[in-house]
């Protein structure tokens, strides 16, 4: 009998952070960004230099326009959950043939999406399809995706050797990642966790 695919394997836990100097080098940063920008507003006071505006009017735009960004952002997601209410991991694994598809690595590639579409995805559990494409979850840059599939394939087994030559590249989907996984091949826990017997 085939192992359920909820056995997956762990991520390797991530580095631990550098504790108390971790945060005295942020602290002072974030110490020296604030003094910058009060040092920025009392010269414009002082000397009403445009130059020192335009700088200020840059950093508010970019502020305004990422928040912005982040809002639609959510909205887009909270439809997305709206309009797939009802579905789970269950409608995303029919999009692929079972007979030829590991679910190993399409519970792999479930878990990681959710967890690389930010807090938005997972807070507002919003259901992935085969067909949603990878800049949905800021998978569109090549070293992110390449990361979010190291992710999938240490969870469900499948090394990533050669993948310049697996015959789904490029991505665009969720589907195509799922694809290109499944034709990777498995590694050597993976291949004794293959098949079990239950007693």
Same mark, same amino acid.
């Given at each position: 009998?085939?192992?359920?695919?909820?056995?997956?394997?762990?991520?390797?836990?991530?580095?631990? /952070?550098?504790?108390?100097?971790?945060?005295?080098?942020?602290?002072?940063?974030?110490?020296?960004?604030?003094?910058?920008?009060?040092?920025?507003? %009392?010269?414009?006071?002082?000397?009403? =230099?445009?130059?020192?505006?335009?700088? /200020?009017?840059?950093?508010?735009?970019?502020?305004?326009?990422?928040?912005?960004?982040?809002?639609?952002?959510?909205?887009?997601?909270?439809?997305?959950?709206?309009?797939?209410?009802?579905?789970?991991?269950?409608?995303?694994? %029919?999009?692929?043939?079972?007979?030829?598809?590991?679910?190993?690595?399409?519970?792999?590639?479930? =878990?990681?999406?959710?967890?690389?579409?930010?807090?938005?995805?997972? %807070?507002? =559990?919003?259901?992935?399809?085969?067909?949603?494409?990878?800049?949905?979850?800021?998978?569109?840059?090549?070293?992110?995706?390449?990361?979010?599939?190291?992710? /999938?394939?240490?969870? /469900?087994?499948?090394?990533?050797?050669?993948?310049?030559?697996?015959?789904?590249?490029?991505? =665009?989907?969720?589907?195509?990642?799922?694809?290109?996984?499944?034709?990777?091949?498995?590694?050597?826990?993976?291949?004794?966790?293959?098949?079990?017997?239950?007693?």
């Amino acid at each position: 009998m085939r192992m359920p695919s909820r056995h997956l394997f762990p991520l390797k836990p991530a580095t631990p /952070a550098c504790g108390v100097v971790g945060f005295a080098v942020l602290f002072a940063l974030l110490g020296g960004v604030l003094y910058g920008v009060c040092y920025l507003v %009392r010269d414009f006071v002082s000397t009403g =230099n445009p130059a020192i505006f335009a700088v /200020a009017l840059l950093v508010a735009l970019l502020s305004v326009s990422g928040m912005r960004d982040g809002r639609r952002r959510r909205e887009k997601f909270l439809e997305m959950a709206k309009e797939r209410q009802g579905e789970s991991i269950c409608q995303f694994a %029919r999009a692929f043939n079972r007979r030829d598809v590991d679910s190993w690595v399409i519970r792999a590639v479930w =878990n990681t999406v959710i967890e690389w579409g930010g807090s938005d995805v997972a %807070r507002l =559990n919003v259901p992935l399809r085969a067909e949603d494409r990878l800049e949905t979850f800021a998978l569109d840059d090549s070293e992110e995706l390449f990361d979010a599939l190291s992710d /999938a394939a240490t969870r /469900a087994g499948r090394t990533l050797e050669n993948l310049e030559s697996n015959p789904v590249m490029p991505l =665009n989907t969720l589907g195509d990642m799922v694809m290109a996984l499944n034709a990777q091949p498995m590694t050597q826990e993976r291949q004794q966790k293959r098949e079990v017997t239950l007693d």
